[in-house]
């Protein structure tokens, strides 16, 4: 272990609390996670500052993965949001919509809570998203907004739509995501896998996020935990990698799931490092709390990973996979970014100032104005 365990002891009495649903609100936030606060000075070009692991929080500075909008029911509201960053020092965010919504008149607030209701993408939450970004701009702050409208079964409409939000929020929208490719725990509200055959109708889309030098971030399951299945969508993120070598594409959750949870980790890793070694302009989201609950929680497991972030420091992006229902609140948000960034305690001073630092995310989105900060020796 590269560091000694600050506040371990609130780190172990947080673990209890966090192991239950991501609904069940603690009451308590690692001190650790909030007594240092950052700015974006920090993290400017110009700051000659060191950053002490032994005394700075672990935490990511960069939440690559938050859903500002829930599947259906409210939002928190995104001024209030934008004061959860702020207190845990998370100060470049992802602006997600939602890739699977539901009807407006569904009582529904999860689409696991209501299996046969129909969930499908849509653009109203990108408006949302954006409409309140205007509305409430973001104090100390870098948020960037994303697309993540797109149905990939029906790329037709993809690029116009695009048009139509740049139109409207003109050079706003730097990212598009997380949208669908194959996502299994919705085939029981209408979603299927993308057919391969649609991809290549992809081309016009994919070529304008190119122009506008914008990622998209793909959801996309490896497969699941029965017999012989754990790698049954793979041949789809393939056709996406082989047919758009320069995009720059984030495979998000490692291909992992809810529904892949007993992946062997040093053939999943294997997987992983084929792709990045072929594309050069492949990165991997680790957020989710749910790779956490499988693997990394497994010591001998988290050690693989570990080495193979360091190895591969360059090409990892960390998130939460927050997904703001107003049901939740700032000590949910709290445990998702403590549990998530749990794994950078464990990175060598390269990986961490790539991957938790932000330096990843800067040079991804071609942010100049900003600098990881140098590990104090
Ligand atoms: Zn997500």
Not at 54 to 83: C, K, W
Not at 345 to 373: H, K, S, T, V
Request: include cysteine; glycine fraction near 4%.
């Amino acid at each position: 272990m590269v560091k000694k365990l600050t506040g371990l002891a609130a780190l172990t009495l947080l673990l209890s609390a966090c192991s239950t649903t991501s609904n069940t609100v603690g009451n308590t936030v690692d001190p650790v996670l909030t007594q240092s606060p950052r700015d974006l000075a920090m993290f400017t070009a110009e700051n000659k500052q060191c950053y002490d692991r032994s005394t700075q929080p672990y935490s990511f500075v960069v939440d690559a993965h938050n859903h500002f909008r829930p599947f259906g029911g409210h939002a928190i509201p995104m001024h209030e949001l934008d004061d959860y960053f702020r207190r845990l020092g998370v100060l470049f965010v992802n602006v997600y919509g939602i890739g699977q919504t539901l009807p407006v008149d569904s009582s529904c607030d999860y689409y696991l809570d209501c299996p046969d209701t129909l969930v499908i993408p849509s653009i109203k939450n990108d408006f949302r998203n954006a409409s309140n970004y205007m509305e409430f701009p973001p104090d100390g702050l870098h948020l960037t907004l994303s697309m993540s409208f797109p149905n990939l079964a029906e790329p037709q409409w993809i690029k116009p739509q695009m048009q139509q939000l740049n139109q409207e929020y003109p050079d706003k929208f730097k990212w598009m995501g997380e949208v669908n490719l194959v996502k299994q725990a919705l085939f029981k509200n209408g979603h299927k896998a993308t057919p391969i055959e649609a991809i290549p109708q992809w081309a016009d889309f994919m070529a304008k996020l190119r122009e506008d030098k914008m990622p998209v971030a793909i959801h996309s399951d490896l497969g699941n935990d029965k017999e012989g299945e754990n790698y049954k969508y793979l041949p789809l993120m393939d056709k996406v990698l082989e047919l758009y070598p320069d995009n720059k594409i984030v495979w998000v959750h490692m291909g992992l799931s809810a529904e892949l949870k007993n992946a062997d980790p040093v053939k999943h890793i294997a997987v992983m490092k084929e792709r990045l070694d072929r594309h050069p302009n492949l990165m991997l989201d680790i957020s989710w709390r749910v790779i956490y609950d499988n693997y990394f929680i497994k010591p001998e497991v988290r050690a693989l990973y570990v080495d193979f972030f360091n190895e591969y420091s360059t090409r990892i992006l960390p998130g939460t996979d927050f997904v703001a229902s107003r049901k939740k609140d700032f000590l949910v948000y709290a445990q998702e970014v403590e549990v998530t960034s749990r794994i950078n305690l464990y990175l060598d001073d390269n990986a961490f100032r790539n991957i938790a630092l932000g330096e990843n995310y800067f040079r991804l989105m071609g942010l100049d104005q900003y600098r990881a900060p140098q590990i104090c020796r």
